[in-house]
């Protein structure tokens, strides 16, 4: 639709992107007070190092859930939280309860893996994020070998100079560090090598396919082997059946997420998966190629 308006301009008028305008405008505001609110919460979705069949990991994924809007998918309020300032004192919260639950966890004699956290290219760029991560972990008794930081290649091209500093003096501090959603941007494996990471993590949305895309498989073997050469382990995201988890074994990935092993949990149910380690062991049972 076009729709003149009064000084003989004409405006390109699409009622969805005006829809899509509103929607973001209400959640840009709505994020304003969720954390006050308390309409966060954490969930921990569980990795698999897969020569030992065990829980290596967790990974952090916050969940919103608004009073009148429900549930709100990450996938959709973090970019708008990125473009406003909010996504700073989301980061905060994400850290704090993070911490607060390892914390817990570990006083009630749990041995916990690191936790990997997200961070978004603002909280990255932040020039006090090094001394935030430090001034919260020692809040909560932890050293940096609690967490693992998560950014994707975005964030680190954005300012590859500057994300080198950072991440060399995070890696320096004991963190771990891992790429995320890899292949979906515009770096390259060998790229990577100038930078400080530990663990590649490739996108889910090769994962998806990969047993009936060829392009799919071919792009996932790839970036294992450059990974491997790279000295860096590889995780693959989005795993969901037996037969996605045989291809990537034979493959030789390093480690697993996704539906296939479990969803992301509430801190209690990590607490009781950490502690008796049964369900996931049934699991694996089922899938005896990767147990021990
Ligand atoms: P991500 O970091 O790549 O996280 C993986 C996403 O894949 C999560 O979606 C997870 O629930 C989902 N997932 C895991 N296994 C499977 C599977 O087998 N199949 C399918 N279809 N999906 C699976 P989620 O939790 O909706 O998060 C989406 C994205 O939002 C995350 O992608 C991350 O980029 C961002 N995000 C989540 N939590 C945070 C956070 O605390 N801070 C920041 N900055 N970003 C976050
Ligand atoms: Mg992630
Ligand atoms: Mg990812
Ligand atoms: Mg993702």
Redo the contacts with the bound molecule.
């Keep these: 639709h076009v729709k003149k308006n009064g000084k003989a301009k004409y405006q390109l008028y699409d009622p969805q992107m005006s829809e899509r305008l509103k929607e973001k405008t209400s959640i840009e505001l709505a994020l304003e007070s969720s954390a006050q609110n308390g309409e966060f919460d954490?969930?921990y979705?569980p990795v698999i190092d897969i020569v030992s069949g065990s829980i290596c990991g967790f990974?952090?994924?916050?969940?919103w859930r608004h009073p009148s809007m429900g549930l709100i998918?990450?996938?959709k309020f973090?970019p708008i939280?990125?473009q406003s300032s909010s996504?700073v004192a989301?980061?905060r919260w994400?850290l704090h309860r993070a911490c607060s639950d390892i914390r817990s966890a570990l006083d009630a004699g749990v041995q916990m893996p690191p936790i990997?956290?997200?961070?978004?290219g603002k909280?990255f760029s932040q020039i006090n994020l090094v001394d935030d991560l430090m001034t919260i972990l020692a809040e909560y008794q932890l050293a940096p070998k609690n967490l693992s930081i998560?950014i994707?290649e975005g964030v680190l091209m954005t300012d590859p100079i500057a994300s080198k500093n950072t991440l060399g003096k995070l890696r320096d501090l004991g963190f771990s560090l891992a790429l995320?959603?890899f292949g979906t941007g515009y770096s390259s494996l060998s790229y990577l090598k100038n930078f400080s990471f530990d663990k590649v993590?490739i996108?889910?949305s090769f994962?998806?396919e990969l047993l009936v895309n060829s392009s799919d498989a071919a792009i996932v073997k790839a970036i294992i082997n450059m990974g491997h050469n790279l000295g860096l382990r590889v995780l693959a995201?989005?795993?969901?059946t037996e037969a996605q988890c045989v291809f990537l074994r034979d493959q030789l990935v390093d480690e697993i997420?996704?539906?296939?092993f479990s969803?992301?949990l509430e801190r209690e149910q990590m607490r009781q998966l950490l502690h008796d380690n049964r369900r996931l062991e049934s699991h694996l049972i089922r899938f005896p190629h990767i147990s021990k």
Excluded: C, F, M
């Excluded at 990997?116 to 978004?120: E, H, P, Q, T, V």
């Excluded at 995201?237 to 969901?240: I, Q």
């Design positions: 954490l969930y979705q990974e952090a994924l916050i969940r998918s990450p996938e973090i939280a990125e996504i989301i980061g994400v990997a956290i997200n961070l978004s909280q998560e994707t995320d959603d993590k996108d889910q994962v998806r995201e989005g795993v969901e997420q996704g539906y296939y969803r992301p």
